[in-house]
């Protein structure tokens, strides 16, 4: 390598380095003055207002201990402050209708450590109720996918004024609002993601059960579909969660653990739902050995199909390493030898595994080995989504550990037959299940 050669690469690697550099820069410069600290939100003058606003106007803000004020004060300015604002009567919309706009956000999403709305950031307020010309109807409120929140103030004051109505117009489309900024996220705000998915599913059943007997406290509107039956619950969950919890408790609980609260017994933040001390995902061995398996399952004859498969690239490379070396066989079969090993014992690692189903837990094992790969109790299940992939099912489990979600995936050589009697099983426990992308429901009795 020449002279000129090296000056050459010096020369694009100093350049390289120079540019990273100032992306680096831009970055860490752009994230700065995107960023808002709570103590740089306390020494802002509207601080104080916000406070005042809150507490003669929020009664929500008022029930809340003294040691959450300050975030929830906090949350409610970040929220302000990313969002636009525009008045369809008034040059400008006044701190005192953005303070509780954004509160009705904030309460909405209080119990979630951090909930970000992307795309919606512009709220446009009008007066009173508004003409729709795609619908051709007056509306009070609607949130669309473009980021657009729609409220008639009239209606969003008149959500507060009467806490126990089950109508809060501010509440409701702030719902709309996370429901899509989670449909839109494809999964990354993981954990409430995931809860949100098993609470649709739930919902979708209530409310083709709502629609065929009737109901006398959830209010009809919330049966025209799925996202709208969202938004009315969300109503319903902050003001009248005692019989909310009275005549749908499963649902209830199921809005507790998706937004980390519960307004019936005055918990803000922190829902510990009983998965976290009543429901171990381990259990000993000898409280095993004391249980009668509902179901047992073993790999099929498809499990030899990934071992065949990886033996037969083998055996077609090793003439081509042949023809490449026709002088140190020796040396060319031990590490093929050694390759060959390693690749049937990744695959047995991945992909034998054995299935047992008791009464309380779900067991998932390799073969010839004692401790279990999964080990989950039912009870902590959120839901189960098994995919057929022609040989084999790729089975994905999300369950609670303690007050986190996890995900095991697991590959299982079993029969059709046999995982549709797994499913069968485990919706009797009342277990959320996906087969193929699809939710399955129990067989009725």
């Known amino acids: 390598m020449t002279s000129e050669h090296i000056y050459v690469i010096l020369i694009f690697v100093s350049g390289m380095g120079i540019a990273l550099g100032i992306v680096a820069y831009e970055y860490f410069k752009f994230k700065k003055s995107h960023t808002i600290t709570l103590k740089v939100a306390q020494q802002s003058p509207r601080w104080k207002k916000i406070q005042q606003i809150l507490e003669n106007n929020f009664s929500y803000y008022r029930q809340l201990p003294s040691e959450l004020k300050p975030d929830f004060v906090f949350r409610t300015y970040k929220f302000m402050k990313r969002c636009n604002w525009i008045s369809s009567s008034q040059p400008i919309v006044n701190l005192h209708q953005k303070t509780l706009i954004s509160a009705s956000a904030t309460q909405l999403t209080f119990g979630l450590q951090e909930f970000d709305f992307g795309r919606f950031k512009t709220i446009l307020l009008h007066d009173d109720a508004y003409y729709n010309r795609q619908t051709r109807r007056y509306h009070r409120g609607e949130v ?6 729609v409220l008639s103030w009239k209606y969003f004051e008149e959500g507060y004024a009467d806490e126990n109505d089950k109508v809060n117009l501010g509440l409701h489309e702030m719902a709309h609002a996370m429901d899509l900024a989670l449909h839109l996220s494809h999964g990354r705000i993981y954990n409430v993601h995931r809860l949100m998915e098993k609470f649709r599913q739930s919902a979708f059943e209530q409310l083709i059960e709502m629609r065929r ?26 003001e009248a969660p005692v019989e909310f919890r009275k005549h749908l408790p499963d649902l209830y609980l199921e809005l507790c653990q998706l937004l980390n609260q519960d307004p019936g017994n005055n918990v803000f933040r922190g829902y510990k739902p009983p998965h976290t001390h009543q429901f171990k995902n381990t259990l000993s061995t000898e409280a095993k050995r004391h249980c009668k398996p509902l179901l047992t399952l073993k790999p099929n004859i498809n499990l030899f199909v ?5 033996t037969l690239l083998l055996a077609l490379l090793f003439p081509v390493i ?30 034998a595994n054995s299935l047992k189903l008791i009464d309380s837990h779900l067991f998932i094992k390799k073969i010839f080995i004692k401790q279990p790969a999964l080990s989950v109790h039912l009870k902590n299940l959120v839901k189960i989504n098994f995919t057929y992939m022609l040989t084999y099912y790729r089975v994905d489990f999300s369950y609670f550990e303690g007050e986190e979600i996890k995900v095991s995936s697991h590959s299982l050589y079993f029969s059709p037959k ?18 193929n992308n699809k939710w399955l429901k129990k067989e009725s009795t």
Not at 306 to 310: A, K, L, S
Not at 418 to 435: A, F, M
């Open 144 to 149: 669309n996918q473009a980021g657009l929140i």
């Open 306 to 310: 990934p071992f065949i498969t990886f």
């Open 213 to 238: 007997k009737g109901n006398d406290f959830f209010r009809e509107y919330g049966t025209t579909n799925p996202r709208e039956f969202f938004s009315v619950a969300a109503e319903h969950f902050f």
């Open 418 to 435: 046999s995982i549709k009697k797994l499913e069968r099983l485990l919706l009797q426990q009342n277990i959320r299940i996906k087969h």
């Open 322 to 351: 042949k023809s490449i070396y026709p002088n140190s066989l020796a040396y060319t079969l031990m590490p093929l030898l050694f390759a060959y090993l390693l690749g049937i014992y990744l695959i047995y690692h991945s992909k």
